[in-house]
């Protein structure tokens, strides 16, 4: 079976007849089982998968009209997205054993579409990684070279979609956790603006910055996805009422950008010279095709990390004390108060990483240390949205590498979390500015892995994001 | 002079009111009161993975129409943060609340003490939600969680430390309770719940500027609590200060049964709520309009319509604090006083029958059988002196109670109520009373005058009740001054 790497083209098939969509399940649970060292999925609804293929052939054979949007596309979906009657578990052993009462909005408009979801991927427990390593199911192994990670948080996400297992991954972004496996990936990954795509359903790791996010072979098959899940929802009052517009009908670029880079991103230490070089080049190569693309100065970058760290792990500190031991999920079996039940429970249920994560963000609100910290980050917050606002009134674009790296080893980054979070540089403004960013695959790096580049627009400018992404996709 | 009478009380309150909402404050569960166990409890209420608050208009406009009542300024813009602790009846692990800017802010509270009202300052009022229930004495072995009351709105306003006694505290939770009925936003039942206090209490020399050290007594929830928790904790404030010791920063917690106070925490150990703005919900902003809009729909309060009646309609203190008590029965006076001459009647007969009969058969003014009509008519009866106000309420308002359509004039005249004015059948019964006692008429025309009050009730007796008083005693004064 040929590989599919774009909706339209699967859609018309299964249309013409010259593929059922039973087959298509099947060819991909084949894929998943083949890649089961990849330790993508963390569970696989292969009953259901199958038997919502069969009804999606019957339909399209006696109501083909009927049919919805995402009619035939099998989705996978980040283990912290909740899908009723399912498990889902943020990869952490805190919530052994739960099944969700409900779906995320996200996860429910693409299902009403005729989305097939095919499993639930592996990730960085709660969100809180970049390699995909802190999982309680063990790494995710990146498919182009499985010494190495797949990025993340939303690793399995990823690697769903480039080994070939799904055709779109709906995975989230609070820092870059989309875009920055899709780069190590070498596949699309989208983060919207904040509040275009509701947040109920989703497991929160920082509220002000989760969103959900989207990974997929091509620019085309974000569109769509994204065009179905947008819009306001009753259910997370900070989901935008702004219009959503038709995204796949509007991704003709037309015109020349004007877009900017930092000389302090593209010249920072941390950047390996050969994605420097491949940035630089394709700077080149849209200066010669008319467009305008300026060095800016930006002086805040080195602010962006600590203010990240210190607001996330705030909010995470305080979204995750629902998890408690008390009304779901795992309880230790040795306690035997009140007291002990919380201790050991959130002892024994988070990893590491969570529970650094957890002390951080309540030390930094701690009574004494607020100003300091929560409150000054918050400040830095706001200086850095309304200077990228600003940007956004002369510019287009902002474009910058999506990593300073290409993907690391499995185990290279697990003795320094310092080290792992300065490699969220260039991906956390746009979470900061609730603005959308784009994954772009620019080439190969380094061992021959993927390099992406990574394309930011205004607050709800995704059809420009979205139209000019095709365009990169069309030079390179 | 006691060591007790040095001192001067201090006390600041915490009020919790829980509103009457169809839905809680951040999810569309019932808030019923007195429901099965955990049968209240969507996986919002239960904090499940994933789920998100969202705000009640009905919270938000009954914080402003509080706050408007009271005159705070109401926020514009105002913002719900997290409060953070953990305990088994608060799933979210944290409590939202306002900290930093509440809806309203400033405003004041008149309580009506025995000698008129006095003005107590509003701090600010704040939206927040209820915790669940943990109940510790039911089971040997367990608590008990019911989380029904998670997620219930709740208004906390916050005072000035302007009280100074346990009476002015108690005046002041009744003023409150009538406040928030009057806005129909509580039922203000402190039996239920629905209001409770935290108290701050501090002591301090008479005549000194400087607060005392305050202590938080919590776990009030009933005006006698409150009194005793403040008397005895006064008292142990000063015996303190007096024996040499210093009153230290904490917070108590008041034993019904031994009532006395306890320390819950110290200040060293206070917990640390690590409040932050609420990431998931945006800042409520309520604009001109709506605000204008809210402030239409308030009802005549209870210190405009105290003023009305004792300025406007010349009614006592005491009468208007009756009548003020509750919202529909003032505003039932009110529109039975419209149209009439005979207001003092009217008042009279809200005060000493209709409100009797309300609470005597349990009953609110809604349900109560006269009409407007006949209530004013029968007013005006007793107002015009064609039933005396003694016949008018023993016989007349039994015989309307059972139901009677027609007018109480009719009624009364059925029933022969009306005053007897036909003069010479009232001197008739004038002679026949004071032949029936020559010995008081004898001891009267002796000089012994206050007898007149006995041979009125005497001719009452004899007219069953339907002679003219006036006329009757003018009568029995010509009688007995000139004809003997």
């Not at chain 2, 000063?238 to 920063?249: A, C, F, P, T």
């Not at chain 2, 058969?361 to 349900?367: E, F, N, Q, R, V």
Request: with cysteine.
């Amino acid at each position: 079976m040929p590989k599919y790497t774009s909706i339209s083209t699967l859609q018309a098939d299964l249309r013409a007849g010259k593929i059922t969509c039973t087959e298509l399940v099947t060819y991909y649970l084949n894929q998943i089982a083949q890649h089961k060292n990849l330790n993508a999925y963390v569970e696989v609804f292969a009953e259901e998968a199958l038997a919502q293929a069969a009804r999606t052939d019957q339909m399209l054979k006696e109501n083909p009209e009927r049919v919805g949007s995402l009619f035939g596309v099998v989705v996978s979906i980040k283990d912290v997205l909740a899908y009723k009657d399912h498990k889902v578990s943020a990869a952490s052993k805190i919530l052994e054993g739960y099944t969700s009462l409900f779906s995320a909005t996200a996860v429910e408009r693409i299902v009403a579409e005729g989305a097939i979801i095919i499993g639930r991927t592996n990730c960085d427990q709660f969100g809180m990684g970049s390699t995909n390593e802190n999982s309680v199911y063990g790494p995710t192994r990146n498919a182009l070279d499985p010494e190495r990670v797949p990025g993340g948080s939303s690793g399995g996400a990823a690697v769903s979609v480039q080994a070939d297992t799904c055709l779109v991954a709906l995975g989230t972004d609070t820092g870059g956790s989309v875009r920055q496996p899709a780069a190590f990936c070498g596949i699309v990954g989208m983060k919207p603006s904040y509040g275009r795509i509701s947040r109920h359903g989703l497991l929160a790791y920082a509220s002000s910055f989760d969103q959900v996010g989207i990974l997929a072979n091509s620019v085309e098959d974000v569109a769509l996805t994204l065009e179905v899940m947008a819009g306001s929802d009753a259910y997370d009052s900070t989901s935008s009422t702004t219009a959503v517009p038709k995204y796949i009908k509007q991704l003709s670029f037309g015109r020349k950008a004007k877009i900017c880079y930092f000389s302090t991103a593209i010249n920072h230490p941390s950047l390996s010279p050969d994605i420097k070089a491949q940035t630089e080049n394709l700077f080149d190569r849209l200066r010669k095709d008319g467009h305008e693309v300026q060095a800016l100065d930006f002086d805040l970058l080195e602010y962006i990390i600590p203010a990240y760290y210190v607001l996330t792990t705030a909010e995470a500190s305080s979204n995750l004390s629902r998890y408690d031991g008390i009304r779901f999920g795992y309880r230790s079996d040795d306690a035997t108060n009140l007291m002990e039940t919380y201790k050991k429970s959130r002892t024994e249920g988070f990893s590491t990483e969570v529970k650094r994560r957890i002390m951080l963000g309540t030390f930094v609100l701690s009574a004494g240390f607020y100003d300091a910290y929560y409150s000054k980050a918050q400040k830095v917050r706001r200086l850095i949205r309304e200077k990228t606002l600003d940007i956004f009134r002369e510019y287009d674009f902002i474009l910058m590498p999506a990593a300073p790296s290409v993907a690391w080893k499995v185990g290279e980054m697990s003795d320094d979390p310092v080290a792992m979070y300065l490699a969220d540089i260039y991906t956390v403004q746009a979470n900061m500015a609730g603005i959308p960013a784009i994954n772009i695959p620019l080439g190969k790096g380094k061992d021959d892995m993927p390099v992406g580049i990574q394309v930011m627009a205004g607050i709800f400018k995704e059809n420009e994001l979205l139209a000019f992404s095709k365009l990169l996709c069309g030079i390179l | 002079m006691s060591i007790y009478d040095k001192y001067e009380t201090i006390i600041g309150l915490e009020v919790h009111v829980q509103l009457s909402t169809k839905s809680k404050a951040f999810c569309s569960d019932a808030t019923t009161f007195g429901a099965s166990p955990n049968s209240q409890v969507s996986i919002i209420s239960l904090a499940h993975p994933g789920t998100l608050p969202r705000t009640n208009k009905t919270h938000i406009h009954s914080a402003a129409k509080l706050g408007l009542a009271l005159g705070c300024k109401i926020s514009p813009e105002s913002r719900f943060d997290r409060k953070n602790y953990f305990y088994a009846d608060l799933p979210k692990g944290y409590q939202i609340t306002q900290d930093r800017m509440p809806i309203c802010v400033g405003g004041s509270l008149d309580i009506l003490l025995k000698d008129g009202f006095r003005n107590i300052g509003i701090h600010h009022i704040h939206m927040e939600e209820d915790a669940g229930k943990s109940i510790h004495d039911v089971d040997p072995k367990y608590s008990l969680v019911d989380l029904n009351r998670a997620g219930v709105p709740l208004l906390e306003v916050v005072t000035e430390p302007d009280l100074r006694s346990a009476e002015e505290v108690d005046a002041f939770m009744t003023a409150m309770r009538q406040m928030v009925r009057y806005l129909d936003i509580s039922d203000g039942n402190m039996e239920e719940g629905s209001m409770r206090c935290d108290v701050n209490i501090s002591v301090r020399l008479k005549g000194t500027e400087k607060l005392g050290e305050r202590c938080e007594v919590k776990n009030v929830n009933s005006m006698k609590f409150a009194r005793r928790a403040i008397d005895f904790e006064v008292k142990r404030q000063i015996d303190l200060l007096e024996s040499g010791g210093r009153v230290l920063q904490q917070t108590l917690n008041f034993d019904p049964v031994s009532g006395t106070t306890s320390p819950l925490r110290s200040k060293e150990n206070a917990h640390d709520y690590r409040y932050f703005p609420e990431p998931d919900l945006p800042p409520v902003v309520l604009d001109e309009n709506v605000i204008r809009e809210l402030k239409a729909t308030l009802p005549a309060l209870p210190k405009s319509l105290y003023q009305q009646f004792v300025h406007e309609f010349k009614l006592s203190h005491d009468d208007a604090v009756i009548l003020i008590e509750d919202r529909d029965f003032a505003l039932y006076f009110l529109g039975n006083t419209q149209q009439s001459k005979s207001v003092k009647a009217t008042a009279n007969l809200f005060i000493n029958k209709i409100r009797p009969w309300l609470s005597e058969h349990k009953k609110s003014i809604a349900d109560f059988p006269m009409s407007d009509k006949q209530i004013q008519n029968f007013a005006k009866l007793i107002e015009a002196e064609k039933v005396t106000a003694s016949i008018a309420y023993s016989k007349l308002f039994p015989a309307m109670m059972e139901g009677k359509k027609e007018l109480p004039s009719e009624v009364a005249e059925q029933l022969g109520l009306l005053k007897n004015t036909d003069s010479s059948e009232l001197e008739a019964l004038v002679d026949a009373c004071l032949a029936a006692n020559p010995k008081e008429v004898k001891a009267y025309q002796n000089g012994k005058k206050k007898l007149m009050g006995f041979f009125m009730g005497e001719l009452m007796k004899m007219s069953r009740g339907t002679a003219d008083p006036k006329m009757g005693g003018k009568l029995l004064r010509e009688k007995l001054d000139i004809r003997y």
